[in-house]
């Protein structure tokens, strides 16, 4: 069974820049999250989705971030304009439903200058 | 909201002897206590998880233990060997609420 599968893995951008994730959840997961992990630190949630539903983004920037899942399965997250301190890895990860254990994805890491 | 802190951020010990990483966590209506090894950029993996209504739970070297009382929870690895390194990260959730809240990590390395 294929595992969370994120792209691009790397990316580098100039300040300003907008940039976008993607990323593919297992395979009949409903539940699908965004995470940003700092260098040296835990993961910190960004949005939940069930299914094509965002039930959890207060802590989405939404200034700057957006994020989709449209028809309930890929889903996108995008930084508009990017800027110096959005330089961070960001991880997807799926779970079957909201009470199973999460998967990660390889996350993608972004460096902005 | 959650807040969950990890001890130590650093843990280096000889191969073969045992580690121990402590968590608290602020919440007392956390249920789920996941904790995940990370490898230098690769990502986090899930290796032994813990439910509220279970005190202790063990899988061959690893085994987590849960003081609700307390609200803190540990990791506990036996006969520690070199492919144990990396960092761990210990993380705590609710019912309604399954996004997780990570520790900020600590450091394995064990010395061969």
Redesign the interface.
Known sequence: EA??VQSPRYKIIEKKQPVAFWCNPISGHN?L?WYLQNL??????LI?YENEEAV?DSQLPKDRFSAERLKGVDSTLKIQPAELGDSAVY?CAS?LN??E???????TRLLVL | GENVEQHPSTLSVQEGDSAVIKCTYSDSASNYFPWYKQELGKRPQLIIDIRSNVGEKKDQRIAVTLNKTAKHFSLHITETQPEDSAVYFCAASKTGRRALTFGSGTRLQVQP
């Open positions: 595992g969370v539940t999250y040296g630190q835990g993961p910190e949630l939940r959890d991880l779970s909201e009470k254990t999460q998967y990660f994805g390889p996350g």
